[in-house]
């Protein structure tokens, strides 16, 4: 007689219960303080078939379920016809799950093809198409806000290949106006780490979409970013958020930007801004990066006072 199997579904886990909750608090905070949705909304949510889009799309569907208000989803794939793009994925997945969603075949594909010389990164092009295209069905499906899935990894590299390549301090905006400024664009997995992302997507076991169907390499600089990112991250634990929270906790009057603080007009009568000159003064930081949401202790931190 065979025993009775006792092994546990990854989503029946004390572990996947406190990750599935973590990111639904993640993004539940984002949208809450970026004012992300609104009652009535229509929300579009751009689904490519990676990881991110489906946890993004997970989370907001149980969102949904339990908001005190009322908003609408619809699931938006956009079919650019490269070779061997699985095109009955998607509909099976979003049909099983019951939600509305519209597939959008443009073949993009043979455009990029055409205009970028073999052997070079397309994903630029691409991306300008992509956009067009989906702003375009926004406004076809009376759409409200488009949802995209970066998360926080993504919004770091994006200052870091700013603040190393384009001479500028910038990222990806939580929340912000359309290039064709008619829509607004949402990005509520921005407080979400993209490792729990990865776990839950594994945990879920969503259908996956390989993104490299197109044969195209991904953008070297953010590959070497990413890659610095993640060692960081293992060997300084706590540096990524503490870096991270640096972009909430912004001080225009002690960078060197004119357009974002007026330092020609600063006199003795305009008093102590923003604590003053503390360039000569040893910080007073924490002896550890603690975690707020795991409790876990962080990179330990050496000051150097530079005389």
Same mark, same amino acid.
């Not at 400024?181 to 594994?202: N, S, T």
């Not at 259908?207 to 600089?221: A, Y």
């Given at each position: 007689?065979?025993?009775?199997?006792?092994?546990?579904?990854?989503?029946?886990?004390?572990?996947?219960?406190?990750?599935? +909750? $973590?990111? $639904?608090?993640?993004? %539940?905070?984002?949208?809450?303080?970026?004012?992300?949705?609104?009652?009535?909304?229509?929300?579009?949510?751009?689904?490519?078939?990676?990881?991110?889009?489906?946890?993004?799309?997970?989370?907001?569907?149980?969102?949904?379920?339990?908001?005190?208000?009322?908003?609408?989803?619809?699931?938006?794939?956009?079919?650019?016809?490269?070779?061997?793009?699985? *095109?009955?994925?998607?509909?099976? #997945? @979003?049909?099983?799950? %019951?939600?509305?969603?519209?597939?959008?075949?443009?073949?993009? #594909?043979?455009?990029?093809?055409?205009?970028?010389?073999?052997?070079?990164?397309?994903?630029?092009?691409?991306?300008?198409?992509?956009?067009?295209?989906?702003?375009?069905?926004?406004?076809?499906?009376?759409?409200?806000?488009?949802?995209?899935?970066?998360?926080? !990894? !993504?919004?770091?590299?994006?200052?870091?290949?700013?603040?190393?390549?384009?001479?500028?301090?910038?990222?990806?905006?939580?929340?912000?106006?359309?290039?064709? %400024?008619?829509?607004?664009?949402? $990005?509520?997995?921005?407080?979400?780490? *993209?490792?729990?992302?990865?776990?839950?997507?594994?945990? +879920?076991?969503?259908?996956?979409?390989?993104?490299?169907?197109?044969?195209?390499? *991904?953008?070297?600089?953010?590959?070497?970013?990413?890659?610095?990112?993640? !060692?960081?991250?293992? $060997?300084?634990? %706590?540096?990524?958020?503490?870096?991270?929270?640096?972009?909430?906790?912004?001080?225009?009057?002690?960078?060197?930007?004119?357009?974002?603080?007026?330092?020609?007009?600063?006199?003795?009568?305009?008093?102590?801004?923003?604590?003053?000159?503390?360039?000569?003064?040893?910080?007073?930081?924490?002896?550890?990066?603690?975690?707020?949401?795991?409790?876990?202790?962080?990179?330990? @931190?050496?000051?150097?006072?530079?005389?």
């Amino acid at each position: 007689m065979t025993a009775p199997s006792t092994s546990t579904s990854p989503l029946e886990t004390a572990a996947f219960a406190k990750l599935q +909750k $973590r990111l $639904r608090h993640n993004m %539940g905070q984002a949208i809450a303080d970026f004012n992300m949705i609104e009652d009535q909304d229509k929300i579009m949510v751009c689904l490519s078939g990676g990881k991110d889009s489906y946890a993004l799309l997970d989370l907001l569907l149980n969102l949904k379920s339990r908001a005190p208000i009322h908003f609408d989803i619809i699931a938006v794939n956009l079919d650019q016809k490269q070779p061997g793009f699985p *095109e009955q994925v998607l509909p099976t #997945y @979003l049909t099983e799950l %019951g939600v509305e969603f519209k597939i959008v075949e443009e073949d993009t #594909y043979s455009v990029v093809t055409d205009k970028i010389e073999a052997g070079k990164t397309t994903c630029a092009l691409c991306s300008r198409l992509r956009r067009a295209i989906l702003y375009r069905t926004a406004a076809e499906l009376g759409a409200t806000k488009i949802a995209l899935g970066h998360h926080r !990894d !993504d919004i770091l590299e994006t200052l870091m290949l700013n603040m190393f390549y384009g001479g500028t301090m910038k990222s990806m905006p939580p929340k912000l106006v359309s290039d064709n %400024g008619q829509h607004v664009v949402i $990005r509520p997995l921005a407080y979400c780490k *993209e490792k729990d992302i990865i776990e839950f997507a594994h945990a +879920k076991a969503f259908p996956i979409i390989p993104c490299n169907l197109c044969g195209s390499q *991904e953008n070297l600089q953010r590959q070497n970013i990413k890659a610095m990112l993640t !060692d960081w991250d293992q $060997r300084f634990p %706590g540096r990524i958020e503490s870096m991270f929270r640096s972009l909430r906790n912004v001080v225009p009057s002690h960078l060197l930007d004119n357009e974002q603080f007026d330092f020609k007009h600063i006199s003795r009568e305009s008093g102590i801004i923003d604590g003053g000159d503390l360039g000569f003064d040893k910080p007073e930081l924490p002896h550890r990066f603690v975690d707020e949401q795991t409790n876990d202790l962080g990179e330990r @931190l050496s000051i150097v006072e530079i005389k």
